[in-house]
């Protein structure tokens, strides 16, 4: 295989997008193409496009964005394809950028993750979303991602004795990450107490998915992320001699079981744990070797379960970690400097590729305030269904 | 409560293992079965887990619906709506059939909003 890496980035400020919905996808398309200068029209050296997008036909009105973006690019006769697998489309597209140029069959992908969900309202898009449960068994009932997410953390609390205010603290960290980040949706200090106290708790933190209440999981967001992936061995040809090279040392995906009732055990996550090692083997590279991660906490619990099935802290431990403040920036195991989908915000088809932008940034030593001391190695994961269909990754700067 | 409605598990004809909902390929990793038999689907289960939500989706209009996670006697798990409100984890419930829901999203609807654009006409 080919060395692959990423010699752009590209990220719109998430939240709610103020131009349509494929001037969101070219904005952050170009800042990527600008950050590595790639050129358009007779310059142009991109060979094929991935756009990661779950719904961009059924909430925008947009299909085929990945052949309107080559086109509005002036990047044509680019192949270009829009990959859809959920809110894990993002990581997805990047997967098969890579594969693309690993394999040999492509030297330069620009890859790009974008969904416009406010566009429809919170009730409508609720039921989009829900749209990607099992067709019989579940989404008829009115099950939605956060109906999962509650009953996954109630078994949770009873296995390994999680309590709410540890969702609260590791949202209240997710948060402060936030302010530090320019492109973050939501850019407010949350203060634990404020969330927590059952005097006022009702008001400032509802439930909405029992045992899950507002703070325990993230808000609808529009926005739209980019990576350039280039072969190694081809930069000098290519025009990008020099230009900051961050390795995807692996990347992979794994899938369980759609129905979710039917997992062997239902406090396990085992496409996070299946796919994390799989990136890991690719990459030589042992949880203990990660210096920063950036996890798909569409849920609080999921940062708490993630942290443990990709072996980033010992299983049942998550939420003790987070207690102890290690997945802060400054702890030993920094998690979501980005402020994770929580505070990030959580455009699903772009979320992926996000996540690979933060940690390019932090590998980089360019993520400013946020800037974990010295990182070399990190990883991402990204949570397609509830948890049904996985891609993480590895990535490197050594 | 419709009469006569019924949920079915699906016994695979090959290895006899139980399935819901109904797949296309028996879930035994050593088997390949694609045909099953219906069986009758209901009676006493274990509450697994459960959640009371409040945010529903599109054309829901309760308050809150409850959704829950039940093992059946037979070893078949299955998701489903929870009729009550007063509801503990490991709790034995009874299972029924009834109207999940009263509606099906088929397509949007549009809204009256002129646009602009060319019309060419004869000179």
């Known amino acids: 295989m080919r060395e692959v890496g990423i010699i752009g980035i590209g990220h719109t400020k998430f939240g709610k997008s103020q131009v349509p919905f494929l001037d969101m996808a070219c ?139 540890d969702l609260s603290i590791i949202s209240v960290k997710n948060h402060a990450n936030a302010c530090l980040n320019p492109v973050a949706h939501i850019q407010n200090k949350v203060v634990l107490e404020r969330i927590t106290d059952e005097r006022i708790i009702a008001a400032t933190n509802p439930l909405v998915a029992d045992p899950l209440r507002q703070f325990d999981m993230c808000p609808v967001s529009d926005g739209a992320a980019a990576v350039l992936l280039v072969a190694k061995e081809k930069m000098k040809d290519l025009g990008f001699d020099g230009k900051p090279f961050i390795k995807i040392a692996g990347i992979a995906s794994a899938t369980d079981t759609h129905y979710v009732a039917n997992r062997a ?52 431990q998550g939420h003790i970690a987070a207690r102890e403040g290690k997945s802060e920036i400054h702890g030993e195991m920094p998690i979501n400097t980005s402020g994770g989908l929580k505070a990030k915000g959580h455009p699903l088809g772009a979320t992926g590729v996000s996540q690979i932008v933060e940690i390019v940034k932090q590998l980089r030593g360019t993520a400013q305030e946020r800037q974990v001391e010295g990182a070399k190695t990190g990883l991402i994961v990204n949570f397609g269904g509830f948890g049904n269909n996985v891609v993480s990754a590895v990535l490197t700067n050594e | 409560m419709e009469e006569g409605r019924k949920m079915y598990a699906y016994q695979c004809k090959k290895c006899q293992k139980l399935h819901h909902p109904r797949y296309i390929v028996c879930q035994n990793p050593d088997c390949d079965g694609r045909e099953f038999d219906e069986m009758e689907l209901g009676g006493k289960a274990k509450l697994l887990t459960w959640t009371r939500v409040y945010n529903l989706p599109e054309g829901f209009s309760q308050a809150w619906l409850n959704f829950g996670i039940v093992e059946f006697e037979n070893g078949v798990r299955a998701t489903g709506q929870i009729g009550f409100d007063d509801i503990e984890n490991g709790m034995e419930v009874v299972s029924t059939v009834g109207v999940i829901r009263n509606f099906v999203i088929k397509y949007k609807e549009s809204v009256n909003e002129e646009q602009y654009g060319f019309i060419f006409q004869k000179p």
Not at chain 1, 84 to 89: H, I, Q, R, V, Y
Not at chain 1, 92 to 113: E, H, N, P, R, T
Not at chain 1, 124 to 149: K, N, Q, R
């Open chain 1, 265 to 316: 055990d239902p406090t396990e996550l085992l496409a996070v744990r299946l796919s994390s090692q799989k990136a890991y083997d690719m990459s030589g590279k042992k949880p203990e070797d990660i210096d920063v991660a950036e996890l798909h906490d569409a849920f609080q619990i999921l940062e708490i379960a993630e942290s443990e099935e990709t072996g980033l802290f010992p299983k049942g």
């Open chain 1, 27 to 165: 904005a952050a398309a170009l800042e990527a193409m600008d950050d590595a200068g790639a050129k358009t029209g007779n310059k142009n050296v991109i060979d094929q496009v991935f756009v990661g997008s779950m719904g961009s036909g059924m909430v925008s009105r947009v299909s085929g964005i990945a052949s309107a973006l080559v086109d509005t690019l002036n990047i044509r006769p680019a192949a270009a394809e829009t990959i859809e697998n959920g809110p894990a489309s993002g990581a997805s597209a990047v997967k098969l950028g890579f594969q693309a140029i690993a394999s040999g069959c492509s030297d330069c992908c620009l890859v790009v993750g974008a969904e416009g969900m406010r566009a429809v309202t919170g009730w409508e898009g609720t039921d989009f979303v829900a749209t990607m449960l099992h067709p019989t068994g579940e989404y008829p009932y009115g099950c939605t991602l956060p109906s999962f997410a509650g009953m996954f953390t109630r078994l949770l609390m009873e296995k390994n004795g999680v309590e709410s205010r």
